[in-house]
């Protein structure tokens, strides 16, 4: 039996010893919990009835998912809805668990009441939601239903990500939210005859589970994220990060045509971006001045390397597929850290550590030798502008530091992948002698005039523009465009 008062008393006020304290206390309390798997039953037999009833009346429909409710995104998508031919429909998969649209709270601008109605919305049952379980809660798993895990490798790997992002999810639970994903969205499938599927942030686990369910039955899937320019959203046939058109067709990307005047705009674009420190989130508020003066050794060059969501970004579970589409060496953004702090050392350089937050809200923290400078809950721009270099695997701080006229050295597959933009290592051996590279030349003049011509081809051929997106410039494609790619989508004219 565990004395919960024992263990509080070896305990320090260190915030992550209380995040550890905290899950203990959990754990004490959940021990004997165990997931009501009939109840689960009866909320999704009643939640597909709602779709069945609902049916199918339009010639072609696009079925989103994801966490796309009471935000600009659902105003980007009844815009959408409203601009397709009257023979097609969108139709949304909520996974925030709450009601995308209210008539008496309209938020935002230049949609019609009409247009918000007319984009029908389906909850997810709360098994799905994002983060959303009981830790340390336990389930039981037939042998015959467990099979499946085997059977589907996707939903192995669903149910890995989920397991190994929460230390508090026993992986029974993790296994059993897998296999009820797997049959629940077979009957979404069934109820609601999508032509399309259009996943907001393919790497959720959830998500993982709903393209492979799309690839069994021939259905094309779709991805809906936050553009690389903020303010922008980016709408893929190939994939996200380094799955996406620009990552894997890198030199083809690089070398579309743009003209001196959308160059010119693109400048403007920059300016713009890098002026106003505009970000595609709110950065927090708080001066850092006092603890990098007390960190940092004068006179020493200073990395800062950004991590990723490991668990959203196809990082995690680490496979054969992570290794040619997104990380070729490292596992995680604390590896990273790990073989850079050696270097950091053994070099004379500071070494400061972002973690994403999200990372940061969820995980437990690992610690790291005494060189390595943690900051959290911090303006990204403050660090990339006391920092010589940014390093990341596939963050999109790497954008962020390109803004700011900083050197970039990319160790994954993004975007940004082959446009001359920044350095790249995507073998261990290169790391050191590119961040010598990147440390004695800066960000070149060769490297600044590709990342102008960068954005140029990524306004033109990539992003859409989010017109609710506090911004004083527009840049990006227009709706209409957007239209005819998802008819072309849901045509089967793009594969």
Known sequence: MYKIDNIKAKLSANDRIRL????????????NVKRDCKEDRKVIDKAILDMKNFGKSSKKRLLVAGCVGLCPKTAFLAKLNAALPPDYDVVLLLENNVSYYSLDNQKYPNVTDEEYIALKQFIVPKLFGKNNYRPYAQVE????????????????????????????MRKDYAEYFAIRSYDYLNQVIEALHPDCVMLWNQFFAFHHIFEGVCRERGIKCTYFEFGVLPGTYAIEAMGQMGESYPA???????????????????????????????????????????????????????????????????????????RKYHSPIFESSDDVVEYLAKLAKKNRWNLIY????????????????????????????????????TITILSQTGYVALFNEKPVLMLGYTQLRGKGCNYEAFKKENIEPQIELALNNGFTKDQKNNFRKHIAQICKYYVYEDEWFEKKIAYGKCMEECVLQIIDYMEGRIL
């Open 141 to 168: 798993i037939l042998p015959e239903t467990k099979k499946l895990l085997q059977e589907k490798p996707f939903l192995n790997e669903a149910a890995m990500n989920l397991y190994i992002r929460h230390f508090d």
């Open 354 to 389: 972002k973690m994403h937050p999200l990372v940061t809200r969820y995980c437990l923290p690992k610690h790291f030798s005494g060189n390595v400078i943690i900051l959290n809950d911090v303006d990204i721009n403050d660090l990339i502008e006391v920092s010589d270099l």
């Open 248 to 322: 894997q067709k890198y030199a083809e990307f690089a070398n579309l045509n743009v003209s001196d005047e959308e160059i010119e705009r693109a400048d403007e674009v920059w300016r713009y971006i890098k002026e106003n420190r505009i970000n595609r989130k709110e950065q927090p508020k708080r001066d850092i001045s006092k603890i990098l003066k007390k960190k940092l050794i004068k006179g020493r060059p200073t990395i800062f390397v950004a991590g990723q969501n490991d668990y959203e970004s196809g990082v995690c579970p680490y496979t054969e597929h992570t």
């Open 20 to 31: 550890l304290y905290h899950k203990t206390i959990l754990k004490i309390k959940n021990r």
